[in-house]
């Protein structure tokens, strides 16, 4: 990637997101709502890089050059997911959103095995709306693993307002010994184990897959998961429909993911592009729910870049 998700600046101070939070929690919704339109201009015509991301992406996903219109749009669905997810995290009942959930037997399935399920999800709608899977069924454990070290001001706001969500919050930024045990320990108790991926860290293995008819790498930190500790993968959307309407989507990906050992890369590889299908299908039928806003695909120098060292390795 030609600039790498973690190395942009968070999205505005701890202030103004605790600001945020104030205004949202004690003048409520639709007064905050409000704000989102200033907020959409301002970073509409302060971000230039964010404002370029979104205009390359639309173009791609609505098959047509997109208009400013459109990156207003796009702008403004992101925001309005974030300022959700203080309600989605704070509220005991969420009955101020409408919900609407597609293939949960596909779910449940999975999870009268008993064994955990690995839920798949990216930065494409709301992954905090997969909380109203938890009210209905508050036996359920749902963890989430997450770096930390990524928007602290954010995480440590969302964190405050849930200190329930934050105990079941696996840091994927510890070491790997301490990640795969509280993985095995999460599945052990037959958790749904939450995981997003679309995004690599620095250092993260990853695999080359289409998306939108260009290249791009994504983690397959969530495959190798699955085969370690023997986990059902489900995917899982949460689509922001505009207002307070979501939709919750799941897909069994896979009931068994064994990956051998002679055979992995290839693999990966297999189980990688079969999520970017999915993704892509989702994020043509619902484009401003797309909210990887930077160059998520190779970029043209990178790829001679990659040519090359291949050259160099080859000749060494």
Same mark, same amino acid.
């Given at each position: 990637?030609?600039?790498?998700?973690?190395e942009?600046r968070?999205?505005?101070? #701890?202030?103004?997101?605790?600001?945020? =939070?104030g205004a949202?929690?004690y003048?409520g919704?639709?007064?905050a #709502?409000?704000?989102?339109y200033?907020?959409t201009l301002?970073? *509409?015509?302060r971000r230039?890089r964010? #404002?370029?991301?979104?205009r390359?992406?639309?173009?791609?996903a609505?098959g047509?050059?997109?208009?400013?219109?459109d990156?207003?749009?796009?702008?403004?669905?992101?925001?309005?997911?974030?300022l959700?997810?203080? *309600?989605l995290?704070?509220?005991?009942?969420?009955?101020?959103?409408?919900?609407r959930v597609h293939?949960?037997?596909?779910?449940?399935?999975?999870m009268? $095995?008993?064994r955990?399920v690995?839920?798949?999800?990216?930065?494409?709608?709301?992954?905090?709306?997969? =909380?109203?899977?938890?009210?209905?069924?508050?036996?359920v454990?749902?963890c989430?693993?997450?770096?930390l070290?990524?928007t602290?001001?954010?995480n440590?706001?969302l964190?405050a307002?849930?200190?329930?969500?934050a105990?079941?919050?696996?840091?994927?930024?510890?070491?790997?010994?301490?990640l795969?045990?509280?993985?095995?320990e999460?599945?052990?108790?037959g958790?749904?184990?939450?995981l997003l991926? %679309? #995004?690599a860290?620095a250092?993260?293995s990853?695999?080359?897959?289409?998306?939108f008819?260009?290249t791009?790498?994504?983690p397959?930190a969530?495959?190798?998961?699955?085969?370690m500790?023997?986990?059902?993968v489900?995917?899982?959307?949460?689509?922001?429909?505009?207002?307070?309407r979501?939709?919750l989507?799941?897909e069994t990906?896979?009931?068994n993911?064994?990956?051998?050992?002679?055979d $992995?890369?290839a693999?990966?590889?297999?189980?990688a592009?079969?999520?970017?299908?999915r993704?892509? %299908?989702?994020a =043509?039928r619902y484009p401003?729910?797309?909210?990887n806003? *930077?160059d998520?695909?190779?970029s043209?120098?990178?790829?001679a870049?990659?040519?090359?060292?291949?050259?160099a390795?080859a000749a060494?």
């Amino acid at each position: 990637m030609s600039a790498q998700w973690s190395e942009r600046r968070e999205a505005g101070g #701890r202030f103004a997101i605790w600001l945020i =939070r104030g205004a949202g929690l004690y003048a409520g919704r639709g007064f905050a #709502r409000l704000a989102l339109y200033p907020i959409t201009l301002y970073f *509409y015509f302060r971000r230039a890089r964010e #404002r370029r991301d979104s205009r390359e992406f639309l173009t791609l996903a609505l098959g047509r050059p997109a208009r400013a219109w459109d990156i207003l749009k796009h702008i403004h669905s992101y925001a309005a997911t974030i300022l959700d997810r203080i *309600y989605l995290l704070h509220d005991a009942k969420l009955d101020r959103f409408a919900f609407r959930v597609h293939g949960l037997e596909q779910l449940e399935v999975e999870m009268a $095995r008993g064994r955990g399920v690995l839920l798949l999800g990216s930065h494409f709608g709301s992954f905090e709306a997969l =909380r109203a899977l938890a009210i209905r069924r508050p036996e359920v454990r749902l963890c989430v693993v997450m770096d930390l070290k990524q928007t602290r001001a954010l995480n440590e706001l969302l964190h405050a307002l849930n200190p329930g969500v934050a105990a079941n919050v696996i840091d994927a930024g510890v070491d790997p010994g301490a990640l795969a045990l509280a993985l095995h320990e999460a599945a052990q108790q037959g958790a749904l184990i939450g995981l997003l991926a %679309d #995004r690599a860290r620095a250092q993260e293995s990853t695999a080359a897959v289409e998306f939108f008819g260009r290249t791009a790498h994504i983690p397959v930190a969530g495959y190798q998961i699955a085969s370690m500790l023997d986990l059902p993968v489900v995917l899982a959307f949460g689509v922001y429909l505009g207002g307070n309407r979501y939709d919750l989507h799941f897909e069994t990906l896979a009931q068994n993911m064994k990956i051998p050992r002679g055979d $992995r890369a290839a693999q990966l590889q297999v189980w990688a592009q079969r999520y970017a299908a999915r993704l892509e %299908d989702y994020a =043509r039928r619902y484009p401003y729910n797309w909210f990887n806003l *930077y160059d998520f695909w190779d970029s043209p120098r990178e790829r001679a870049d990659i040519r090359r060292d291949s050259v160099a390795s080859a000749a060494g």
